[in-house]
């Protein structure tokens, strides 16, 4: 009996594995034929990169592929195609073949081309919501948030489309107020938000809704004002530190700018004084020296609209405010001016304190010239117009510009010379150590302009004087050290000729 | 005949060494924290320190082409025949020495110019076979270039070598002074059977005095070197091992044929490592070069031997494509790196087969030479890879075997008529 059970036992163990290996076998096949599938003039559907990424594929991930087509998720090898073109890393493929939302609507053949993700080359500037390549980039896909995180349903459901009671599908288009109340039922809640990143800000509603934004969208219901959408995309939003993200620092100008550089868009919007907004901004930040270091240099710690503006509460800075925004950087110069007699001076006249001089979105590279005195140049324009009875105004601006103006001719003069002597075999470096003092003080006097003291400023720049003192002697000292070198030499060659005289005629006189 | 004084030349410059080593080294501190500062502060502190420490490198440099001149005059004049073959290979090991003497000085200011151009220059000695890692950690006191680097290279520049050098020197001054000067082929004596002293020793004096003339002008006007590249020692920044290396290290001027040789070998060739090869026919070169006077059967005999001056002139011609390529000659402006490297090829390929156009012209007539076969080889090694634009190695061979074939048919032409003439 024992025997026949072992027996029994032997023969039915291969017979069921070679069951299993069946209808894997038969699965595979399906998935083997739609890789094979050709077209009607005997092309391969699958492309070759294509059929080399599912080769590159690992069995777990093949596995699932295998399903989707047993289960008849994917019949058609246009739709495996699509899905195979998209080549991405396993765990976003992992994320993407477990989603019957994103499998059902990436097949043309069963949806209607609206309600089609599409798999055109990434539109990173696009709003476009149904690019796949966009969706499975998508911070919320990614932390499994997923379709149904907005939209509701089950995305491992065979087929379904429970939408929340919330979704306002049929006036959507209407008012768009409704997608800040949508995006904050999660984002202002910091009980969900903690569960993905402590860090995250919970607050963004309760700005928006202070926001020139916020009334115009939520009060005024008017849908030209801007949602969390307009500015974070809808499918496909990413990181705010993701250099594609729309809100990346260096790409924060060119999403400000898709409203408020067009005049369409802004046409009717005023200031609080009344006059239109101007929509010349985006254009005048490009030139200036904080859009060429942001856009051009790269440099991420220059100031983008944000900066200056705000995010979610963004507004334009009061008077008060704009020295404020500057001084977030600009300290020392913000500091200076406050305690400078012009404080009083400009909160008379109400001039925003830093921009009355410097300008605001087209704030170019500041120049010694500046300070010039004479015709169509500030000071001067301004002193001459507003300040004639102050005999002190025009020389202590002359005073400023004469002395920077000084260092730095010096200093650019010194630099030449002091490369010059190096190539000489001179010790320069006594030289470089003044010039390295001369350039702080150069610099610091240049923000001490902004005491508008004639005191405080000469304190500054005394050391600078005495440094350019300091190396015109050492300068001085350099080169007569080269003259004694060339005397030295010119010694010694005498010597040496003569010696080399006496010789000759010796050897003349031994020879002869 | 005035090629008899560069051997005394090359002993002024040493003298000029020593003592300037000497005084330098009352100063320089060998160390991480010393070694550079201990220099800059010599040359910017310490009165006339500068001029030591240039008069040191531009000894140092003219020492090694006059030491070059020297070696080639005798090797052209024949002057290693019997029973001179000792002070031939003396000399040759004096060369050696001295090239040693120029890379182990050129660490010691520790700045970044010579820290990576060591780096460089130490890693060739990875690609001997199956000694080269130990070579490498021999020469390095360990895997990097680090201040041990630095300890050894400092013992090797002012105890090792010195002592070697200064044993070999008085091995070569000696036979000298036994065996006379060299005369030329066919004479009995030396020039004007001039004799060592006063004579000779005193037109040596005048031509001292002279090298100081020179020597002490260059100094002055051009302290860090005349500006080419491996020939400039302007104290920069100090070195930093945690530092990137920067392109276009290259090594001194001297050591620059080699580093172009290994870079026209490709990875791999004959089943061995590109590099491994071109360290053996360097090593054969050198070997060959060393053996000369049993080579050369004909002036052993002391006959004329044409093919032997004609080694000598390729030899001469070989170092100049590769020392020009090694400075990149005309490859400034080129837009790739590919196309750059082609214009270093053709316009070095210009220049080599201008100067060995020269070289056979002045040597046809003037010195009634006939015999070109390996000059011309190398003419044509560097046309065809300047040129026509087949791989170094390739241009190589092709001239190598067409060399080959023409000493054949040549020595089989010339066999009748020397049995004759030995009968």
């Known amino acids: 009996m024992r025997t026949i059970a072992i027996a029994l036992t032997l023969f039915l163990?291969?017979?069921?594995?070679?069951?299993?290996?069946?209808?894997?076998?038969?699965?595979?096949?399906?998935?083997?034929?739609?890789?094979?599938a050709k077209d009607e003039h005997g092309k391969p559907i699958i492309t070759p990169?294509?059929?080399?990424?599912?080769?590159?594929?690992?069995?777990?991930?093949?596995?699932?592929?295998?399903?989707?087509?047993?289960?008849?998720?994917?019949?058609?090898?246009?739709?495996?195609?699509?899905?195979?073109?998209?080549?991405?890393?396993?765990?976003?493929?992992?994320?993407?073949?477990?989603?019957?939302?994103?499998?059902?609507?990436?097949?043309?053949?069963?949806?209607?081309?609206?309600?089609l993700f599409t798999v055109a080359s990434a539109t990173t500037t696009s709003v476009s919501h149904m690019n796949l390549k966009e969706v499975v980039e998508d911070i919320h896909f990614r932390r499994g948030v997923s379709c149904a995180g907005c939209h509701g349903g089950d995305p491992t459901a065979d087929l379904g489309h429970d939408f929340v009671k919330e979704w306002p599908e049929q006036h959507r288009q209407k008012n768009r107020a409704w997608v800040v109340q949508?995006?904050?039922?999660?984002?202002?809640?910091?009980?969900?938000?903690?569960?993905?990143?402590?860090?995250?800000?919970?607050?963004?509603?309760?700005?928006?809704?202070?926001?020139?934004?916020?009334?115009?969208?939520?009060?005024?219901?008017?849908?030209?004002?801007?949602?969390?959408?307009?500015?974070?995309?809808?499918?496909?939003?990413?990181?705010?530190?993701?250099?594609?993200?729309?809100?990346?620092?260096?790409?924060?100008?060119e999403t400000c700018g898709a409203c408020h550089a067009d005049p369409k868009i802004m046409s009717g919007f005023t200031r609080a004084d009344g006059s239109p907004l101007p929509t010349n901004q985006l254009a005048e930040y490009r030139t200036s020296v904080h859009g060429r270091a942001l856009l051009e240099r790269g440099d991420l710690g220059?100031?983008?609209?944000?900066?200056?503006?705000?995010?979610?509460?963004?507004?334009?800075?009061?008077?008060?405010?704009?020295?404020?925004?500057?001084?977030?950087?600009?300290?020392?110069?913000?500091?200076?001016?406050?305690?400078?007699?012009?404080?009083?001076?400009?909160?008379?006249?109400k001039w925003p304190e830093c921009g009355q001089c410097h300008g605001n979105h087209n704030i170019a590279k500041t120049h010694d010239s500046m300070l010039a005195t004479g015709q169509g140049q500030l000071c001067g324009d301004c002193h001459r117009q507003y300040a004639k009875g102050n005999p002190e105004c025009i020389p202590t601006a002359n005073y400023f510009h004469e002395t920077i103006d000084q260092m730095d001719q010096a200093r650019t003069r010194f630099i030449s010379v002091s490369e010059k002597l190096a190539a000489k075999g001179l010790d320069v470096d006594p030289i470089n150590n003044e010039l390295t003092e001369l350039g702080d003080t150069l610099k610091k006097s240049r923000t001490y302009v902004h005491s508008f003291s004639r005191n405080t400023f000469q304190q500054v720049t005394a050391p600078g004087e005495k440094a350019v003192q300091r190396t015109d002697a050492l300068v001085t000292k350099a080169r007569e050290e080269y003259k004694y070198r060339q005397i030295g030499l010119a010694v010694s060659i005498s010597l040496i000729g003569l010696l080399m005289l006496a010789l000759y005629l010796k050897l003349r006189q031994l020879e002869k | 005949?005035?090629?008899?004084?560069?051997?005394?030349?090359?002993?002024?410059?040493?003298?000029?060494?020593?003592?300037?080593?000497?005084?330098?080294?009352?100063?320089?501190?060998?160390?991480?924290?010393?070694?550079?500062?201990?220099?800059?502060?010599?040359?910017?502190?310490?009165?006339?320190?500068?001029?030591?420490?240039?008069?040191?490198?531009?000894?140092?440099?003219?020492?090694?082409?006059?030491?070059?001149?020297?070696?080639?005059?005798?090797?052209?004049?024949?002057?290693?025949?019997?029973?001179?073959?000792?002070?031939?290979?003396?000399?040759?090991?004096?060369?050696?020495?001295?090239?040693?003497f120029g890379f182990s000085g050129y660490l010691l200011p520790w700045n970044k110019l010579a820290y990576f151009a060591t780096t460089v220059g130490t890693n060739i000695v990875k690609s001997v076979p199956l000694l080269g890692s130990w070579l490498l950690e021999v020469l390095r006191g360990g895997q990097d270039v680090t201040i041990n680097t630095l300890y050894r290279f400092f013992a090797a520049h002012v105890v090792i070598l010195p002592l070697a050098f200064v044993g070999l020197i008085g091995l070569h001054l000696l036979l000298i002074q036994r065996q006379g000067m060299a005369p030329p082929i066919g004479e009995k004596v030396a020039p004007r059977g001039m004799k060592f002293f006063p004579s000779f020793a005193l037109r040596d004096l005048l031509l001292w005095l002279a090298c100081l003339m020179l020597l002490l002008t260059l100094t002055v006007f051009l302290p860090?070197?005349?500006?080419?590249?491996?020939?400039?020692?302007?104290?920069?920044?100090?070195?930093?091992?945690?530092?990137?290396?920067?392109?276009?290290?290259?090594?001194?001027?001297?050591?620059?044929?080699?580093?172009?040789?290994?870079?026209?070998?490709?990875?791999?060739?004959?089943?061995?490592?590109?590099?491994?090869?071109?360290?053996?026919?360097?090593?054969?070169?050198?070997?060959?070069?060393?053996?000369?006077?049993?080579?050369d059967r004909r002036a052993y005999h002391h006959k004329p031997s044409p093919a032997f001056s004609d080694l000598g002139w390729a030899a001469i011609l070989f170092l100049t494509y590769l020392t020009l390529a090694g400075w990149d000659i005309g490859g400034g402006g080129a837009g790739s790196e590919a196309a750059s490297i082609r214009n270093v090829a053709r316009i070095c390929a210009w220049w080599t087969l201008a100067a060995g156009t020269v070289v056979i012209v002045v040597r046809y007539w003037l010195y009634e030479d006939r015999w070109f076969i390996l000059t011309g080889a190398v003419l044509l090694h560097v046309a065809l890879h300047g040129l026509v634009g087949l791989p170094y190695v390739l241009a190589g061979l092709i001239s190598l075997v067409v060399a080959a074939i023409a000493i054949a048919i040549s020595s089989m032409r010339r066999s009748p008529a020397d049995s004759r003439n030995t009968m």
Request: net charge neutral; aromatic share 10%.
């Open chain 1, 49 to 115: 990169e294509e059929r080399a990424y599912f080769d590159g594929l690992n069995d777990n991930l093949k596995e699932l592929l295998n399903q989707a087509v047993q289960k008849e998720w994917i019949t058609r090898p246009e739709h495996l195609s699509v899905l195979l073109s998209l080549g991405l890393r396993p765990q976003k493929m992992e994320l993407l073949l477990q989603n019957n939302c994103v499998l059902c609507h990436s097949d043309s053949g069963n949806q209607s081309a609206d309600t």
């Open chain 1, 13 to 36: 163990i291969p017979a069921a594995g070679s069951a299993v290996e069946q209808s894997s076998a038969g699965a595979t096949s399906k998935l083997d034929a739609l890789l094979a």
């Open chain 2, 1 to 100: 005949m005035g090629w008899y004084y560069f051997g005394g030349i090359t002993m002024f410059f040493f003298i000029v060494q020593v003592v300037t080593g000497v005084l330098l080294l009352m100063y320089y501190q060998p160390g991480e924290a010393t070694a550079y500062e201990s220099i800059r502060f010599l040359t910017t502190k310490v009165p006339f320190g500068w001029l030591i420490r240039s008069i040191h490198s531009w000894s140092a440099h003219l020492m090694i082409i006059s030491l070059t001149l020297h070696m080639f005059s005798t090797m052209m004049l024949k002057a290693y025949r019997p029973p001179r073959e000792v002070t031939w290979v003396s000399g040759y090991l004096l060369f050696l020495l001295t090239l040693g």
């Open chain 1, 182 to 253: 949508f995006c904050t039922r999660c984002h202002s809640d910091p009980a969900i938000m903690h569960q993905f990143n402590p860090a995250l800000p919970t607050d963004q509603l309760a700005k928006f809704k202070d926001s020139p934004h916020g009334q115009t969208l939520l009060v005024k219901h008017d849908d030209r004002a801007p949602s969390c959408v307009s500015c974070h995309g809808v499918h496909g939003i990413r990181p705010a530190k993701d250099p594609q993200s729309k809100v990346y620092a260096q790409r924060v100008p």
């Open chain 2, 224 to 295: 860090y070197g005349p500006g080419i590249p491996g020939m400039d020692w302007e104290l920069g920044e100090k070195a930093n091992p945690m530092a990137p290396a920067y392109p276009g290290i290259k090594p001194e001027w001297y050591f620059l044929w080699e580093y172009q040789l290994l870079k026209e070998f490709p990875p791999h060739l004959f089943g061995l490592e590109g590099p491994q090869v071109c360290l053996l026919l360097i090593a054969v070169l050198f070997g060959i070069w060393a053996i000369i006077p049993w080579l």
């Open chain 1, 302 to 349: 220059a100031p983008a609209c944000n900066t200056c503006h705000g995010n979610h509460a963004a507004s334009p800075p009061g008077l008060a405010q704009v020295s404020q925004s500057c001084n977030l950087c600009h300290s020392a110069n913000a500091s200076l001016f406050d305690g400078s007699k012009h404080k009083h001076a400009f909160e008379q006249h």
